[in-house]
């Protein structure tokens, strides 16, 4: 008998710089964090992570992208969601110290699904 690990989908919006990480790991795992980045958080879900690749990546590096993964979601319920605006801004917080070992729970590859540019002139 098989059994299948329970799957979350989660986004991570991200700019041009964590994206290039991201596509160096072979699309398999998330940069570690800088030292004043304690908690990576990626969103629950595309509406949110696209406002943030929209409108604050844009805004501080040019582009924008949002990126989708499978996750283990038994894994996932040991990390706390956290609502930190209206009712679709949930990020699923995980300390930086914890990254790597959240980076082997992730399922299969992570995939851009958007991306957003600044307005040229």
Request: aromatic residues 12%; without cysteine.
């Amino acid at each position: 008998m098989k059994h299948e690990t329970p799957l979350l989908t989660l986004y991570r919006p991200t700019g041009p710089k964590e994206l290039a990480l991201i596509e160096a790991s072979g699309w398999r795992a998330f940069p570690p964090r800088l030292p004043d980045q304690p908690i990576f958080y990626p969103v629950m879900n595309e509406e949110y992570a696209t406002q943030i690749a929209r409108d604050w990546n844009v805004k501080a590096s040019g582009a924008g992208f949002v990126t989708k993964f499978s996750f283990d979601a038994d894994y996932a319920a040991r990390f706390r969601v956290q609502r930190v605006g209206g009712a679709i801004h949930d990020e699923l917080w995980v300390p930086a110290e914890e990254l790597e070992e959240f980076n082997r729970h992730i399922i299969g590859t992570i995939e851009v699904i958007a991306e957003f540019h600044a307005a040229t002139r």
